[in-house]
């Protein structure tokens, strides 16, 4: 796409250096509807993804090109992989977390809490510890678009948590308008989670009232969510987001990639020609940035290097 550069918008001299020479936003797959929930492969050297209206998983790879990893898929949205390296998927349609092994066996981990099943799981990190917490909202439930229509048996939108030894599910914040996306700093000591509750479309108007930020939570004893505060709102409202190894947050919005530090100063943009929705770091070193931009999967290569496995 363009030239070299021109994809970038700098707030801070730094920004530029998060690229190297010669770096260009490639559209690499195209033909989705909503493209969401990159993961990456990396002893495949393969990203998997969500085309959640189209309700299939897809593959891509160097090598083999694109391919469909699933199909029906249950409109998942938001991937991760656990620490032996099985993806943890968020269903809209099962209204459940689930977990596939590299061999191709499934489970799953959680459809319900204190006896009410959950509205539509929507993206999914996982702890060092093997705990896994995941958004809420109702995106899959509000109309037949990206899951089944339904009602909500919870009433709210909160952020749980799945307690590796016990399977137990624990809420641990129910302060969110439409909790989105979400990234552990590296140490894990903050949880960064996006509230996209201004955002237009999934049965909702836009209100400019609604949250349209990225919090920053402290970690209590590795399994609770204390104090928090909001390390910046975004106008065009936060998606999907990821830290990198020095803590730099990169979140999806509807205006670009936005490249903040953790107090919340904005660094600089990657301009994507349509709405990103996520975005995770894969390919070697985990330093190829991946972004789904509803109708395509565009990527390029930075200096940075994420934080997460996935």
Known sequence: M??????????????????????????????????EGPVWFDEIAEL???????????????QAGLRVF???AQWTNGHTRDRTG????????????????????YEVLATHWRGKRLNSPNDVVVKS???????DPPYGIVSDHEGIRAESEIGGNHVYRIDPASGAVERVADDFDRPNGLAFSP?????????????KGH??????????????????DGCRLGAGRVVAEIDRVPDGLRVDTEGLLWVSAADGVHC??????????????EVVANLTFGGPGRSRLFICATSAIYAVDTSRCGAQIS
């Open 260 to 273: 903040l530090t953790p107090s919340g100063a904005r660094l600089g943009r990657i301009l994507v020609p």
């Open 2 to 35: 363009g030239t070299e550069q021109e994809f970038l918008v700098a707030d801070d001299a730094r920004f530029a250096s998060f690229f190297p020479a010669g770096a260009r936003l490639e559209r690499i797959a195209e033909g989705f509807i909503w493209a």
């Open 48 to 62: 998997r993804f969500s085309d959640i209206p189209n309700n299939r998983m897809m593959a891509w790879s160097e």
């Open 129 to 135: 510890d093997g705990s896994i917490w995941f958004t």
């Open 86 to 105: 099985a993806m943890i998927s968020c269903e809209h349609g099962g209204r459940c977390i689930s977990r596939t092994t590299m061999d191709g066996g």
């Open 70 to 72: 699933r199909q029906p």
């Open 187 to 199: 140490d894990e000591t903050t949880l960064y989670i996006a509230d996209s509750g201004r955002a």
């Open 203 to 220: 049965g909702f108007g836009s209100d400019d009232s609604r949250p349209h930020h990225v919090r920053a939570l402290a970690v209590v």
